[in-house]
């Protein structure tokens, strides 16, 4: 299609989404997650163009838009183009300067959905940028740059997972990365362990109100565990005896919120400890808890995903359900035994549409390779 477009053979690099398998807003907090790259993904091909305009095209909008090189919008304006738009400002910001070219996108991540529909765009073109200038970012750096895009340009408040994963997944494992300083160990996922994915068909987003609220309540319960202890500058460093000494001073809704963080992480290090052994019984035990903090401490679920998670318990097969991503609605992650997913696919999927009158969609997805170019 760029070719047909554009008349120049592009270079195309492909970037995942994502489905995160426990640590669920603990990424800002310092904290740890361990997501899956998944296999719904965002192309993107570049080629360089001499007339100074930057034009992209989406597959997926059907629209093109034209830019000026030499005079780029300076703010986001709500629209697809705003994520190729943040990189490039971002990589100028690093002090590139960046010739005009022709971006075509393609993508199949469900958007909206809390797989990582953006973090794949912004990966995927921040490689083709890339290509462009002669230029190549450690996979850790790139990752931090993706999300500034977010931070910075669209206006999007969130962590490092979405990005971080994209760009540095690995095929048949999950990645349990300490989001303080970016390190990270891969933990195989058993063959025979399939990943079912149920979208609630709730749309979620990181801009929107929820997100920011809850993060900002969780920051200020920090603020007060500080406020004694000095050392502690994130939820990350906080313990759950420090609830028990000072959640008297924070707002219930606050200590409740960090109750989740605090005891979130404990779980995420414990779950990636049971992976790497194969107990899959206690990753998915660990699964059922972090839900259920998930939904009742941090609030951050939906009916729709919590009965979801509900009507895939006694469904055979499963290993451990909870909802992924930002919350407020999106998808749920289901650990089932390879053997019985498309039986539990279609039955969790008919029992969702008879309880809630919506058609879901179930994906069963596998752990892919991370953000690359394709030949
Ligand atoms: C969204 C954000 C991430 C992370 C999750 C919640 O996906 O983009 O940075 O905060 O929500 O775990």
């Given amino acids: 299609m760029h070719l047909a477009r554009f008349h120049a053979q592009p270079a195309v690099f492909v970037a995942p989404g994502r489905v995160n398998l426990i640590g669920e807003h603990t990424d800002y907090a310092e904290g740890f997650v361990m997501p899956v790259a998944i296999n719904f993904a965002t192309l993107a091909g570049i080629s360089p163009r001499t007339d100074g305009k930057i034009v992209i095209y989406s597959e997926n909008y059907g629209e093109e838009k034209t ?82 895009v977010e931070n910075e340009f669209v206006g999007a408040n969130c962590g490092i997972m979405d990005q971080f994963i994209s760009a540095n997944g690995k095929k048949d494992h999950a990645l349990l990365l300490d989001c303080r ?90 779950a990636s400890e049971a992976l790497l052994k194969g107990d899959m019984k206690e990753v998915g035990r660990l699964m059922a808890e972090a839900h259920t903090s998930y939904s009742k401490d941090f609030e951050g679920s939906c009916v729709e995903a919590d009965t979801m998670v509900e009507l895939a318990q006694d469904l055979p097969g499963l290993i451990g359900a909870r909802l992924t991503g930002g919350g407020f609605g999106g998808c749920t992650i289901n650990l089932v035994e390879q053997s019985q997913a498309e039986s539990f696919a279609k039955a969790l999927g008919e029992r969702y549409a008879a309880k809630t009158g919506i058609v879901p969609e179930i994906h069963i997805c596998h752990a892919s390779d991370g953000a690359h170019r394709l030949d």
């Fill in 67 to 148: 830019f000026d090189a030499a005079s780029l919008p300076a703010k986001a304006s709500k629209h697809w183009s705003d994520y190729p738009l943040g990189v490039v400002a971002v990589v100028t910001g690093e002090g590139h300067k960046i010739p005009g070219f022709s971006l075509s996108l393609w993508g199949d991540v469900p958007l909206g959905s809390g797989l990582s529909s953006s973090a794949a765009l912004e990966v995927a073109t921040m490689l083709a940028v890339e290509s462009l200038i002669g230029v190549s970012y450690p996979g850790p750096v790139l990752a931090r740059l993706c999300q500034r």
């Fill in 181 to 270: 300083d970016l390190s990270f160990r891969l933990a195989p996922i058993p063959a025979n362990v399939a990943l079912v994915i149920a979208n609630t068909m709730v749309k979620h987003s990181v801009a929107g109100g929820d997100y920011p609220t809850r993060r900002r309540e969780s920051e200020a319960a920090c603020a007060v565990i500080a406020s004694h202890r000095p050392g502690v500058s994130f939820l990350r460093d906080a313990t759950l005896e420090d609830l028990k000494k000072w959640g008297s001073e924070m707002t219930p809704k606050s200590l409740m919120r960090a109750r989740h963080v605090i005891s979130e992480d404990l779980r995420t290090v414990a």
